[in-house]
């Protein structure tokens, strides 16, 4: 008998235990600083991640932007092509598209390679001509 009180006076204190209000938990350590990773898609191979890559991971969204402007940048630079809509066919064909993940902040839009190729091959017809 003695072993069966031994074990209703455990229960009695866990159910006390139980009932109590919760403990604040303590503060939390700071979170991870936030970061931002450039991945670079193949349009050639459209949707098959396994041709993806990461290019790098960045502080700051404004030099992940930066990076993947330069994979576009790299792409239409070395084309032959002098721009406009045959270049930008080109790219969106066989240029590689960086995407950004992690972001944007709040006050900046997202980044999109095919929106800023077609800037970039407007600009390029225009100088070119």
Not at 95 to 106: A, L, M, R, S
Request: hydrophobic letters at 30%; charged letters at 30%.
């Amino acid at each position: 008998m003695d072993e069966l009180d031994g074990v209703v006076t455990e229960l009695e204190r866990l159910v006390e235990v139980a009932q109590r209000p919760a403990e604040p938990l303590p503060p939390s350590a700071p979170s991870r600083k936030t970061t931002y990773t450039v991945q670079v898609d193949d349009n050639f191979h459209y949707m098959d991640e396994r041709e993806r890559y990461t290019l790098g991971e960045y502080a700051t969204w404004e030099e992940a932007v930066a990076a993947a402007k330069k994979v576009v940048d790299d792409y239409l630079d070395s084309s032959s092509e002098s721009g406009g809509k045959e270049l930008y066919d080109s790219y969106v064909s066989f240029g590689e598209d960086p995407f950004i993940v992690g972001g944007p902040p709040e006050e900046q839009r997202t980044f999109s390679a095919w929106d800023y190729a077609k800037m970039r091959c407007d600009q390029l017809a225009r100088g070119r001509s």
